[in-house]
C-alpha cells in the first residue's frame, strides 16, 4: 500500500485541507486471477466541532458490499459504523469531537465473497484541539542581560499556568521533552478534579534531557555574515592598548548562566491572566518559553506558540571552558569576543590574576603579568568575533572563580565563570557514623580517628562533620542521590521512589511532614514513579531495561507492585498499573505449591550466581506456602532464605516466626554495643580484600545490610527495642557518606528498617548541643532542637586533623557523621575483573579508546557497571562506540558531564571488548590520566580501575595544541 500526495511527493500530515491518494493492490479470485487498482481520496479538512472529513472511494466490485468503518485515538474505538457501496463512489462525513484530538485514525474495509479483506487506513492531525486557549507573551523583543522582563500568559480564568524558559541552545541539542501542541498525543485529560498548589519553583539546573549538558554552549547567531578569527595577541599591561582614548569600563559582571531559566507555576486571575516578573539571566541568547494549562472546567490547554525574548547587547566576550579540569594540566582558556559594533575597535581583553591559577606561555614557562590583569590588545574589525588564548595551569583544588574582561573606547564587558578543578588520582571515601542515644544518659562522649593511606594524593584530603536530629535525617538530606551512582535500569530508579515512602510515613506519623520537605518528598514520588513507567512491558511486567528485554522479570514486577501499592496513598499511582503487575505475577504462579517462574534475568546477586537467585526466590515462596500449610522446618544452609521466609511468617502473625527467629539469633555476630548478621561465604561470593591499606570502617557486603535490615523488620514488628537499637547502630554504622548504603535492595530494606524504628523511639521535645574538635583544630558547636532537628547541619574540618572529639549533652536521638574523600593513585582493592585500556589513533584532535575486559571468577557476574572518565577538554563521540565484540550483553549506555557510564547484563568470563573514539572540544595540553572503573552495581567493592591517557596529549605543549602562532 502506498500513501502519497497528488503530485506524488510522500505524504506529511498537517492541519488543514489536504488530498491524497491511496492505491493498493488486490486479487478478484474468479476463473483466472486478476490483478485491479482500488483507488480511495481523502479530503481532510479537520477542525474540532466542524464536519469535514471526505471518505470517496473508486471500487471495482461485482457486487455491491457493505463497509465498515472504525475510528481510533488514544488507544481507543471513538467512532464505529457500516454502510453500503452500491456505487463508485461515496461521500461519508464524520463529525470531529474533542475525544478525537489530537489525532485519530480512520479504519475502512469490506469482506469480498471469497473472504479476502480490502481495508485502507490513514491518520489525521486535528487542528484547534483544545478548548483552554493559551497565548503568551513577552513585554519586550529584546533586552540588555540582567533587566527586568514580564510574561504574561492568557488563558481561561483560574487555570494553574506552568511556565519553562530555557535557552535556545538547549533546544538546539536535542528533544527538550516539553508539552506542545504537535507532541501531546501521550496526554489524557480529565477535568473531573484538579489540584492546584501554591507557587513553587525548582533549581535553574532542572535537567530536560537524559544526561547532563555541557557548558559550553551553543550560542544564538544574531547575524549570519559576520566574520570570525583566532588572532595572534600580543601580552602587555592594561592600559589604552595604542591608543590615547580612555577605556570605557563595564557597568555590571555578568556570572548568572543557567540553561533553565523559569520552571514555575501560577494561576490567572478572573480575567484569565497571569504575568510573572523576573529578571533576565546573563547568557547572550534567545530564551524560549512555552507553557500549559489545566482547569477544572475547560481542561488542558497548551500555548500554540511560544513567548521569545532576545537577550542581547552590541560588544561582550564568552569564556569557553571544559566542564572540569585536572590540577596540574594546561588549560588554554579560549576568550571570544564579539564587536557588533558599527565601527573597528582596539580592545583590551583582561584576565584577572588569580592565587589558584598559574599563567604560562606556549612554551610552559611561567608569566608574571604587571598589574592586577593579564592583558592582551587586539585589533577587532566591527561585525567580527574573534577569540584570545590564555594558558593557565590549575594549581589549587576546588572550585575557582575566573574573571575576565574586554574594554574598548566605546565599550566593555566583564564575566565570571566557575572553573571546577579535580584532583589527580581515583576519588574515595568512607564515612564514619555515629549514633548518639540520649533517651536515658544526658551526656556522650567519644573520639573518632581518621585514617589515610600513605600514598594519598597530596591535598586531595576533605573532611566533613555533620550532625542531625533525627535518625533517618542524612537519608533524608540525600534522598536526590543516595548512592551517587547512575540510575540506569529499572530496579535502579525505585532506590530514588521507596525510599521517599517510607521517609514520608515516617515523617507524617511524627507530624513534621510540612513545607519544603513534603515538597522535595512530593517531587522525588512523582518523578520516580513515571521514570519507573518506562520500565514496564506490554503484559503489565517490568523488567531491568524495559522493553529491551525479551522477558519480564518476576521478581522486579513484585518490587514495584510492593512499592506502588505503598505509595498510593501518598502520591498518584494509576491502579490499573497494578492491576496489570498483579495479573503477570498470578500468570507466572504455580497453584500448587506457590512458586513464581522467573523468566527474567534477575541482575541483583541475592544468593552465589543468577540461578541460584531465581532457586531462592521461590524456595522462599514455596517455603511461606508449605509451612502455613505443613508446619515443616526450613534447612539452616541458606540464612537468606530463613530470614526472608521468617520475616513473611512475622507479617502474617504465625506462631512458627518465633521458632525462626531463635535459628536466626544463633547467627548473628554482635560487638560494640551492634549486633548484625552476614551471610558464609558459601552463600555470596567474598567481596575483594584491600591490597596494602584498608579504611577504619572495611565495608561489608550488600547482602549482609539487607538480611540484617529483614532482622530489624521482624525486631520492629515484635516492638523489640532493646534488640533494634543494636542492629540500628550497625546499620548506621555502614551508611556511605550521602545516606544510603551499598546498592539498591539493602538501601531500600535499609531505609525501611530504620524509619519504622525511628517511629518507635522517637522523641517528641529534645535539645541538644554537640562540640566537634580535634588536634589543633579548635572545632564547632551545633545545637539541636526541634526547630532545626531535619536540618542537617555541617562544617568543613582541617584536612591535616586525624583526631576528632565529640561530646554531646541534652535529651534526644542524634545522628553525627564523619565523611572522608581523598584521591589515591591506584585501586586500594585486589581486582575482581581483567580490564586493558588501548590508545589507538592517538593524536592532539582525539584518539580512539579500545577496552577490554572479563570476570576473573568463576561462572559470569552479576550485572556489570563500567564508568569511563572522560579526559579533560574531551567527550565520548557515542554514534562511534563498537559493542560487538560484548556478545549481545552491552544493554544501555548514560552520559554524564565528564564521564560514559555503560550497563552490561553480566560480565563473562570470556574476554569482552568494546571502542569508542574520544574528540576533543577544548584545548588542553599536558594532559592526566583518568581512570576506567567496572563493577558489579549491586556489589561496588567487585571492581576494577586502571587509568587511561593520551600519550600525545600528556607530552603536548599548549603551541602543539593550538597549532602555529594562534595562542601566542
Known amino acids: 500500500m502506498r500513501i502519497e500526495k497528488s503530485d506524488g511527493s510522500s505524504i506529511e500530515m498537517p ?11 488486490f486479487i478478484i479470485k474468479v476463473n483466472k486471477r486478476t490483478t485491479r487498482k482500488t483507488k480511495i481520496f481523502f479530503t481532510k479538512k479537520v477542525t474540532v466541532d466542524k464536519s469535514g472529513v471526505v471518505i470517496q472511494q473508486v471500487v471495482f466490485p461485482l457486487i455491491a458490499v457493505n463497509c465498515r468503518i472504525y475510528i481510533f485515538s488514544r488507544g481507543t474505538i471513538v467512532h464505529q459504523g457500516i454502510f453500503p457501496m452500491r456505487r463508485l463512489s461515496r461521500r461519508h462525513t464524520i463529525h470531529v469531537t474533542h475525544e478525537m484530538t489530537p489525532s485519530f485514525r480512520i479504519l475502512v474495509y469490506y469482506v469480498r465473497r471469497y473472504g479476502e479483506i480490502v481495508a485502507d487506513a490513514v491518520t489525521f492531525s486535528v487542528k484547534d484541539i483544545f478548548r483552554n486557549k493559551v497565548t503568551m507573551k513577552f513585554d519586550q523583543e529584546v533586552v540588555e542581560p540582567g533587566n527586568q522582563v514580564k510574561l504574561e500568559v492568557k488563558a481561561d480564568p483560574g487555570s494553574l499556568v506552568n511556565i519553562v524558559a530555557v535557552d535556545k541552545s538547549i533546544l538546539l541539542l536535542g528533544n527538550a521533552n516539553d508539552i506542545t501542541a504537535n507532541n501531546n498525543s501521550g496526554v489524557y485529560v480529565s477535568t473531573d478534579c484538579l489540584l492546584i498548589g501554591r507557587r513553587r519553583s525548582v533549581k535553574p539546573a532542572f535537567q530536560f534531557r537524559g544526561g547532563a549538558l555541557r557548558s559550553a554552549r551553543v550560542g544564538s547567531s544574531f547575524r549570519t555574515n559576520i566574520r570570525t578569527s583566532s588572532i595572534s595577541s600580543k601580552a602587555g599591561a592594561a592600559g589604552n592598548g595604542g591608543s590615547s582614548t580612555a577605556l570605557a569600563s563595564p557597568t555590571r559582571t555578568r556570572a548568572s548562566f543557567p540553561e533553565t531559566w523559569l520552571w514555575l507555576n501560577t494561576t490567572t486571575n478572573r480575567k484569565g491572566v497571569a504575568s510573572v516578573t523576573s529578571e533576565i539571566p546573563d547568557t547572550i541568547t534567545q530564551w524560549i518559553a512555552t507553557s500549559f494549562v489545566v482547569n477544572p472546567r475547560t481542561g488542558l490547554g497548551v500555548a500554540a506558540d511560544p513567548a521569545k525574548i532576545i537577550n542581547f547587547q552590541r560588544f561582550f566576550m564568552r569564556f569557553e571552558l571544559p566542564y572540569s579540569a585536572i590540577r596540574g594540566e594546561i588549560l588554554i582558556l579560549q576568550i571570544t569576543v564579539f564587536n557588533y559594533m558599527e565601527e573597528d575597535l582596539d580592545v583590551h581583553v583582561s584576565l584577572n590574576k588569580n592565587v589558584n591559577l598559574t599563567f604560562v606561555d606556549v612554551k610552559g614557562n611561567t608569566v608574571v603579568p ?21 594558558p593557565i595551569i590549575p594549581i589549587k583544588i576546588g572550585r575557582t572563580l575566573l574573571d575576565a574582561s574586554v574594554r574598548s573606547k566605546s565599550a566593555a564587558d566583564a564575566v565570571q565563570r566557575p572553573l571546577l578543578v579535580k584532583p589527580e588520582g581515583i576519588r574515595e571515601n568512607y564515612n564514619i557514623p555515629v549514633l548518639i542515644d540520649l533517651r536515658k544518659e544526658r551526656t556522650f562522649s567519644t573520639n573518632v580517628l581518621i585514617s589515610l593511606p600513605p600514598f594519598v594524593i597530596p591535598d586531595s584530603e576533605f573532611i566533613k562533620v555533620s550532625v542531625i536530629g533525627d535518625l533517618i535525617g542524612t537519608t533524608l538530606a540525600g534522598v536526590e542521590d543516595l548512592l551517587r551512582m547512575s540510575y540506569g535500569c529499572g530496579e535502579q530508579n525505585l532506590v530514588r521512589f521507596v525510599p521517599n515512602v517510607f521517609i514520608s510515613v515516617y515523617l507524617k506519623a511524627t507530624n513534621r511532614l510540612t513545607g519544603d520537605i513534603k515538597d522535595k518528598v512530593d517531587r522525588f514520588l512523582s518523578s520516580g514513579y513515571q521514570r519507573q513507567l518506562s520500565y514496564s512491558r506490554h503484559d503489565g511486567s517490568f523488567s531491568a531495561f524495559g522493553k529491551s528485554d525479551s522477558y519480564g522479570s518476576t521478581w522486579l514486577t513484585a518490587f514495584v507492585v510492593k512499592s506502588f501499592a505503598q505509595a498510593a496513598d501518598l502520591t498518584y499511582i494509576d491502579p490499573n498499573v497494578i492491576r496489570r503487575a498483579v495479573r503477570f505475577l498470578v500468570r507466572n504462579q504455580n497453584r500448587t505449591n506457590g512458586e513464581y517462574k522467573e523468566k527474567g534475568v534477575v541482575l541483583n546477586k541475592g544468593m552465589q550466581a543468577i540461578e541460584e537467585t531465581k532457586k531462592s526466590i521461590k524456595n522462599a515462596v514455596s517455603f511461606i506456602v508449605n509451612v502455613l500449610e505443613n508446619r515443616r522446618s526450613i534447612s539452616e544452609d541458606n540464612l537468606y532464605e530463613l530470614v526472608i521466609a521468617t520475616y513473611a511468617l512475622t507479617l502474617l502473625d504465625a506462631p512458627l516466626a518465633r521458632t525462626l527467629l531463635r535459628q536466626i539469633e544463633r547467627y548473628s555476630y554482635t560487638e560494640d554495643g551492634t549486633k548484625y548478621w552476614k551471610l558464609p561465604d558459601n552463600a555470596a561470593n567474598k567481596i575483594q580484600p584491600y591490597r596494602r591499606w584498608a579504611p577504619p570502617k572495611v565495608k561489608v557486603r550488600a547482602l549482609d545490610i539487607e538480611i540484617t ?43 525501611q528498617a530504620i524509619t519504622g524504628f525511628a517511629e518507635k523511639v522517637f522523641v517528641e521535645h529534645f535539645d541538644a548541643v554537640l562540640n566537634v574538635k580535634g588536634d589543633s583544630w579548635n572545632g564547632h558547636t551545633f545545637a539541636v532542637d526541634n526547630g532545626n532537628s531535619l536540618v542537617l547541619q555541617s562544617v568543613d574540618a582541617p584536612s591535616s586533623i586525624r583526631n576528632i572529639s565529640i561530646d554531646c549533652a541534652g535529651s534526644g536521638f542524634l545522628m553525627s557523621e564523619i565523611a572522608v574523600f581523598f584521591n589515591v593513585p591506584e585501586e586500594l582493592r585486589k581486582p575482581a575483573f581483567y580490564l586493558r585500556t588501548t590508545i589507538l589513533n592517538d593524536s592532539v584532535l582525539g584518539f580512539r579508546l579500545k577496552i577490554c575486559f572479563s570476570w576473573l571468577r568463576g561462572g559470569n557476574s552479576t550485572m556489570g557497571f563500567m564508568e569511563i572518565a572522560i579526559p579533560t577538554g574531551m567527550e565520548a563521540d557515542i554514534d562511534s562506540m563498537n559493542t560487538t565484540s560484548t556478545y549481545g550483553l552491552y544493554k544501555k549506555k548514560e552520559i554524564q558531564s565528564d564521564q560514559l557510564d555503560l550497563y552490561f547484563d553480566w560480565i563473562t568470563t570470556k574476554e569482552m571488548c568494546l571502542e569508542i573514539n574520544i574528540d576533543r572540544v577544548s584545548l588542553v595540553a599536558k594532559q592526566k590520566p583518568v581512570p576506567a572503573r567496572l563493577s558489579e552495581y549491586y556489589e561496588q567493592s567487585n571492581e576494577v580501575i586502571k587509568m587511561y591517557q593520551s600519550k600525545v596529549l600528556s607530552q603536548a605543549s599548549a603551541d602543539d595544541v593550538c597549532g602555529r602562532d594562534r595562542c601566542q
Do not use: H
Open 15 to 25: 492541519t488543514g485541507t489536504v488530498r491524497i491518494i491511496i492505491t493498493y493492490d
Open 370 to 390: 604587571r598589574g592586577k590583569t593579564w592583558t592582551k590588545t587586539v585589533f577587532i574589525p566591527k561585525e567580527t568575533v574573534m577569540s584570545v588564548y590564555f
Open 709 to 751: 535490615s529483614y532482622v530489624l523488620l521482624i525486631y520492629n514488628k515484635r516492638n523489640d527495642i532493646k534488640n533494634g537499637v543494636q542492629v540500628v547502630k550497625w546499620l548506621n554504622k555502614q551508611k556511605n557518606p550521602f545516606g544510603g548504603f551499598i546498592s539498591t535492595q539493602d538501601t531500600v530494606i535499609a531505609i
